[in-house]
């Protein structure tokens, strides 16, 4: 089912638009120069293999694959060579599709150079990793990055049915219900190759039932042969979901990403956090994995619950939980997985407070009621000219001046000068925070 054109391609059209580098690329006679090298960046099962062999096949060029798994630098020398000579005697241009580039030491990389800098070669790497830490500049300043996303339910809905009726795939030799469709996208999770396997486990399935059911029937006699006569021997099988969830055994969570189920799981893991029950936080975020969840928006909450909910009773909640989604951004699921975990089980675990989002939301409340007067003068700006006249900067004490780091000061407008607005708890590293501020406003408020 590998599209054999760019028009068959589903999903990426952010990258497919008429005028695109890719449309550009493809349309190219095939002893054209100067075209551009690309670096196509995305999970697994998003394309890049396709639009490699579909650039390649509509463009004339030859196409070459190598797999940084296997190839080593003779066989990238050997690619240059014979790029080089095709070029040069035959007017034939050569697309060399390098899998897994990040895979490539520096040595093998720089092995490229050559052929990309002098247009022997064009050049479509594709990587799962992100290729500003794992090509080289050289190389990555040469050629233009285009970033793949997940398929979208819809694109995968279309692949699926594509496959389904197509001659290539199955040829209409199974008929899948709303709910089956529904499982086999909620399995693939984004990843094509992923949605084309399990139907294809599915179907298999499918079809053997009915051959052996079919074999059952065959000893009853010949009197219902006749009857079976209607039903002709070419109709489709139907293909459920209980027939997917055992083809592929898994269970099939009840779990749409964008329905009811969505909302509810990710409201009881951010509950299950605050609640400081890391097991129910392990189990919704599993929950949420295994339906398909994009981890990005999984490490965007943590990173908001870490702000939100611990705060300053634990200051490295918050720094755990960027760095989780960082993690995740840069190595993709399935290891993705580990460090989300690792950050839900901090956080559910840390001490937790609401102070800081309750000081911010206080004072913008005050903003927005017109609660807010001037600047207190002694604390304006004092270097422009003129500003001393103005009496700016007057009356200003240097906090470092004091052996206590600490000064007698107003620093709230005259209006808000008792106003408190982070009232910290007794809770973690937030008690000692509480003691120290509670000493330093009886100095700076007297």
């Known amino acids: 089912m590998r599209p054999r054109s760019l028009d068959e391609v589903v999903g990426q059209q952010h990258l497919l638009r008429p005028g695109s580098p890719l449309r550009t690329l493809a349309s190219e006679s095939g002893g054209g120069g100067g075209a551009v090298s690309v670096i196509l960046w995305g999970p697994p099962g998003t394309g890049k293999t396709t639009l490699a062999q579909a650039i390649a096949h509509s463009s004339g060029r030859r196409f070459v694959e190598l797999s940084a798994v296997t190839a080593g630098i003779k066989d990238v020398r050997t690619v240059m060579e014979r790029a080089l000579n095709d070029r040069d005697l035959y007017d034939i241009a050569t697309v060399l599709f390098l899998d897994e580039i990040h895979r490539f030491t520096k040595a093998q990389q720089d092995a490229l150079l050559p052929g990309v800098e002098n247009g022997w070669v064009t050049l479509v790497a594709a990587t799962t990793e992100n290729p500003s830490f794992s090509v080289i500049s050289p190389l990555l300043s040469r050629s233009l990055l285009l970033t793949l996303e997940p398929l979208d339910d819809a694109d995968l809905r279309r692949l699926l049915e594509r496959a389904i009726a197509d001659p290539r795939g199955l040829g209409g030799e199974v008929a899948a219900d709303e709910e089956a469709l529904d499982a086999l996208v909620q399995l693939a999770s984004g990843d094509a190759r992923r949605a084309l396997t399990a139907l ?52 099939l969570l009840r779990y749409d990403r ?14 299950s956090l605050r609640g400081s029950d890391p097991d129910a936080a392990i189990h919704y975020l599993a929950r949420m994995i295994e339906a398909g969840e994009d981890p990005r ?3 965007r909450r943590l990173m908001v619950h870490a702000a939100e909910d611990v705060g300053l009773a634990d200051p490295q909640a918050l720094p755990i ?4 989604a960082e993690a995740t951004q840069l190595i993709g699921l399935p290891e993705a997985r580990i460090p989300l975990a690792e950050a839900t089980i901090y956080i559910a675990t840390a001490p937790k407070s609401n102070a800081v989002i309750t000081a911010i939301d206080t004072a913008i409340a005050d903003v927005k009621a017109g609660r807010f007067g001037l600047v207190p003068k ?66 700076t408020r007297g």
């Open 200 to 251: 294809e486990a599915s179907a298999a399935s499918a079809l053997a039932a009915r051959s052996a059911g079919d074999e059952g029937d065959g000893n009853e006699g010949d009197e219902d042969d006749e009857g079976d006569e209607g039903d002709g021997a070419g109709a489709p099988v139907a293909l459920t979901s209980d027939i997917v969830s055992t083809a592929v055994d898994r269970a």
């Open 321 to 324: 939980a960027v760095a989780a």
């Open 378 to 443: 002694h604390l304006r700006d004092a270097h422009y000219p003129g500003a001393k006249r103005l009496g700016h900067g007057k009356g200003y004490v240097y906090p470092h001046s004091d052996p206590r780091g600490v000064s007698r000061q107003q620093y709230l407008p005259e209006e808000l000068v008792d106003r408190v607005y982070y009232s910290p708890t007794q809770h973690g590293n937030e008690r000692e925070v509480s003691d120290r501020l509670e000493k330093i406003r009886r100095i």
């Open 258 to 271: 964008n329905g009811d189920q969505h909302y509810d799981v990710i409201s009881a893991f951010i509950k």
């Open 297 to 299: 928006f999984i490490a």
